[in-house]
């Protein structure tokens, strides 16, 4: 597939609802990944193992989801199939995810019941990859199992009956949040490196707060910006490469007045963090009221606290847009 035709552009834009200049977008993006035009499953498979490296299983629960996008079944992922897992994973349809779910789940018989000794492998498959391998009383923790496998099966019906149809399924997930949050589909969001690579790196999250107070003299200012942000974080002996934080999980318009923005990064082994570099190259209309930044080590479970509680701003205050940070200690302003 070296481009995209009119007449494809427009069909995914139709099984999507992505704009036309959405999908020319992901498939640059798509192709620049993987020139060959697919995603085998094995490196579909290393995206979970690096995205959970202490689960206790991801493989079972990564593909059964392989198994649902595959459409034509040549064990990857072409960008049709591809770009309906990001269509899945930034929509809000709840429907959609729990339709993909259902048929993942009854491993692609999309018209047949989902019997309950097939759900059973489902949410062990779910507790494998939310678990960690290394957690402690293993007697404990298998109880712990039954007692969520049984409070799965008694949401859905399960305990007194044999199998469940899709419609009930989608109803029942729908009207219990807590059972939605479970059973819905559990992605991952694409690695800063390629699969090759992660060899050696460590997961991290960064967590960024934009505070709510307005600009010193413009009340109506919002606290936020949209300009490019970059970070390099710091230990004893070494430093990140420069990190551009431009693809939020938690929203798809990061860096906004009230909000909290989570990113993954997967880098070279830093040890403990001393400090960060924080900054946007935002002009004068675009200054950025920074709250805090959490960063987790999520191979380690290492958390280093930033709170920032400064503008970053080229026009008030003391004109700074970049700032360095020590953990727990707030900067201030420049004199």
Known sequence: MSSLTSKEIHQLSEETGFSKLAIQDWYKRFIHDCPSG????????????????????????????????????????NFREFLRVVAVTQGTDEKAKLEIAFKAYNRNQV????????????IIAILDLAETSDEDGEGDNEEKREKIIDWTMKCLGLDEKTDISKREFIRRCRDNANLYEFLSFRCVPKPNCSDGDLKGKEKYKISIETGSEGKKFVR???????????????????????????????????????????????????????????????????????????????????????PVQRWLDADQYDNMTKVDLVPNQPPGYAE
């Open 38 to 77: 697919s995603i085998p499953k094995e490196r579909y498979l290393n995206l979970y193992r690096s995205f959970y490296p202490r689960a206790r299983n991801p493989d079972t629960y990564a593909q059964l989801f392989f198994t649902a996008f595959d459409d034509d079944h040549d064990q990857a992922l």
């Open 111 to 122: 018209d047949s019941n989902l019997t309950r000794k097939s759900f059973r492998t489902v």
């Open 220 to 306: 109506s200012k919002s606290s936020g910006t949209d300009a490019n942000v970059y970070l390099i974080l710091h230990s004893e002996t070494s430093s990140s490469e420069t990190i551009h934080l431009q693809h939020s999980q938690t929203h798809k318009d990061p860096f906004e007045n009230g909000h909290t923005d989570i990113f993954t990064q997967f880098l070279p082994v830093l040890g403990e963090i001393k400090g960060a570099t924080l900054w946007h190259t935002g002009d004068k209309s675009q200054g950025w009221y920074v709250d805090n930044m959490l960063i987790t080590n999520e191979t380690t479970n290492a958390t280093t606290y930033f």
